[in-house]
């Protein structure tokens, strides 16, 4: 009997699950997420910070079934004199998102991302420009104003924003690539803050992907955001600050994957009184 508290316990249970879940995963999502014509197997993308290690960091990746990985331009070691992030992430099996965490100005988010396409990285970019250092909201304006920049100098420009859909839709006129909502603040693992808007901005939102980025805390979260109808979800906190990260990092692979199905398959609808399971037709009287 395995004790699900143990070190043990929890490795060998964590095996079991990669070895099955590869064929769950490859067989049964075969809807790729489509973003700027590139294609990705895996709807769930996964942030590298807050980890204890970057071995964990690695482990955590590779059951989390990820292929879109962000990576902070401004907090990693770019030139590679000593031990970095970079060298825990195989670029030929992770796509690298470069992303401008801690940028507070369109000018500051500007340069973080020719950092991160000058070294090297990609010329892709999770744009983020934050308004409010309490929050980690977003600031629209700038970040409406980056975006057009980057999409000018040739940039693939996925950006991080609130969820009001008259903002969303000037992101999309800008030329972005997809449109990132958060659920709720950065790192707070709220869940999905606003389920409404997220329903309006699928609706509105057609023309590029609908990914969730931020506030995610547990696999229910995640669930419930791919049942609302996003295309892929953006995580970090809720994995590198779980108890067992590793193991979480498994669990929103099966989450995600769990709601996309269940917002294909179109859940029945909600009644007030009940209705019996078993029909009367035929019954034995």
């Not at 970057?54 to 401004?74: D, I, K, N, Y």
């Not at 060298?87 to 991160?116: Q, V």
Request: with cysteine; aromatic share 6%; net charge neutral.
């Amino acid at each position: 009997m395995l004790s699900s508290g143990g070190a043990l316990g929890s490795d060998l249970l964590l095996r079991f699950v990669l070895a099955r879940s590869t064929f769950i995963t490859i067989e049964t999502m075969s809807d790729s997420l489509i973003i700027a014509g590139r294609s990705f197997r895996s709807r769930l993308i996964v942030g590298t910070g807050k980890y204890k290690s970057f071995q964990e960091t690695a482990r955590a990746l590779e059951a989390s079934g990820a292929e879109m990985v962000t990576v902070a331009v401004r907090r990693v070691n770019l030139d590679r004199s000593k031990e970095s992030l970079l060298d825990y992430i195989d670029p030929k099996k992770y796509f690298l998102l470069p992303n401008t965490a801690g940028c507070y100005t369109a000018d500051e988010a500007i340069r973080a991302a020719r950092l991160g396409r000058e070294v090297g990285l990609s010329d892709w970019v999770k744009l983020e420009v934050i308004g409010d250092q309490a929050t980690l909201y977003p600031d629209v304006q700038a970040t409406l104003e980056a975006t057009r920049t980057l999409v000018k100098e040739g940039f693939t420009v996925l950006p991080y924003t609130s969820d009001d859909v008259v903002f969303a839709k000037r992101l999309v006129e800008a030329g972005a690539a997809a449109v990132m909502p958060l659920g709720a603040p950065i790192g707070s693992g709220m869940g999905i803050q606003n389920q409404a808007h997220i329903r309006i901005l699928r609706e509105m939102i057609t023309g590029v992907p609908l990914i969730v980025d931020a506030g995610v805390g547990t696999a229910s979260d995640a669930a419930i955001a791919m049942e609302l109808g996003a295309d892929a979800v953006l995580m970090n906190t809720g994995i590198a600050n779980a108890q067992d990260p590793v193991l979480m990092a498994q669990a929103m692979q099966h989450a995600v994957l769990a709601g996309r199905q269940a917002y294909l398959a179109g859940r029945m609808q909600k009644k007030l009184y009940a209705t019996a399971s078993s029909p009367l037709e035929g019954v034995v009287r």
